[in-house]
């Protein structure tokens, strides 16, 4: 591999980014809890701004085509770029108790929630703000329950599958069926620690 385009900006290490929706914008934080905009194309910086919520757990997908999230210790909030310059709230996440992780589905449709103790996932509309289920509560396929303090979760780019995992040492990745809530597949750990995971562009490797 080789760096075909820096992005020169931060002063402390980043920690975690994400493209918007329409694949124009990359988010990057840092952690002094700097979050920046690129434009992907060009590498050109073009806005920034400062985490004023306390610690910041990552940056995830948005529910807008230029939107993206900020996930906190116990909620979440969604911005978006106003004229390619200016980043302005758009609405707070905080429906589950303990928040702990946050996605939207390719489409900005639903709205994926980890959170509470014990941990569960809940899927909600991203228009209504209403839920519509929960995972791990369906009686088909293999038993199952969400992972303890998912902090990442993923959605397939199909919108069929979400994957969720957690910086924990041994926790495992699961792989769950957005339709049914079936937990379709658990990777174990035997050591170490996963952060974060993604699928390929088919939807068929994570």
């Given at each position: 591999a080789r760096e075909t385009l820096p992005l020169p900006g931060h002063v402390s290490a980043v920690q975690s980014l994400c493209f918007s929706r329409d694949g124009a914008l990359l988010f990057t934080a840092s952690n002094n809890r700097a979050i920046h905009v690129?434009?992907?194309?060009?590498?050109?910086e073009i806005a920034q701004f400062e985490y004023k919520f306390g610690y910041l757990r990552e940056l995830s997908v948005g529910t807008g085509p230029r939107s993206f999230v900020t996930v906190g210790l116990q909620d979440a909030h969604e911005w978006s770029i106003k004229d390619n310059k200016e980043i302005i709230p758009v609405r707070k996440w905080d429906q589950v108790k303990s928040l702990s992780g946050m996605t939207a589905s390719p489409d900005g449709k639903v709205v994926a929630l980890a959170g509470g103790d014990p941990t569960i996932i809940s899927l909600w509309d991203a228009a209504s703000r209403k839920m519509l289920s929960k995972l791990g509560d369906s009686k088909e396929g293999p038993p199952?329950?969400?992972v303890f303090r998912s902090t990442t979760l993923t959605f397939s780019p199909d919108g069929k599958l979400l994957a969720a995992t957690t910086g924990i040492n041994s926790q495992p990745i699961q792989v769950w069926n957005v339709a049914t809530g079936r937990l379709v597949r658990q990777f174990g750990q035997s050591g170490g620690r996963t952060v974060k995971v993604t699928f390929s562009p088919d939807s068929k490797l994570l």
């Amino acid at each position: 591999a080789r760096e075909t385009l820096p992005l020169p900006g931060h002063v402390s290490a980043v920690q975690s980014l994400c493209f918007s929706r329409d694949g124009a914008l990359l988010f990057t934080a840092s952690n002094n809890r700097a979050i920046h905009v690129w434009d992907r194309a060009t590498g050109k910086e073009i806005a920034q701004f400062e985490y004023k919520f306390g610690y910041l757990r990552e940056l995830s997908v948005g529910t807008g085509p230029r939107s993206f999230v900020t996930v906190g210790l116990q909620d979440a909030h969604e911005w978006s770029i106003k004229d390619n310059k200016e980043i302005i709230p758009v609405r707070k996440w905080d429906q589950v108790k303990s928040l702990s992780g946050m996605t939207a589905s390719p489409d900005g449709k639903v709205v994926a929630l980890a959170g509470g103790d014990p941990t569960i996932i809940s899927l909600w509309d991203a228009a209504s703000r209403k839920m519509l289920s929960k995972l791990g509560d369906s009686k088909e396929g293999p038993p199952g329950r969400p992972v303890f303090r998912s902090t990442t979760l993923t959605f397939s780019p199909d919108g069929k599958l979400l994957a969720a995992t957690t910086g924990i040492n041994s926790q495992p990745i699961q792989v769950w069926n957005v339709a049914t809530g079936r937990l379709v597949r658990q990777f174990g750990q035997s050591g170490g620690r996963t952060v974060k995971v993604t699928f390929s562009p088919d939807s068929k490797l994570l």
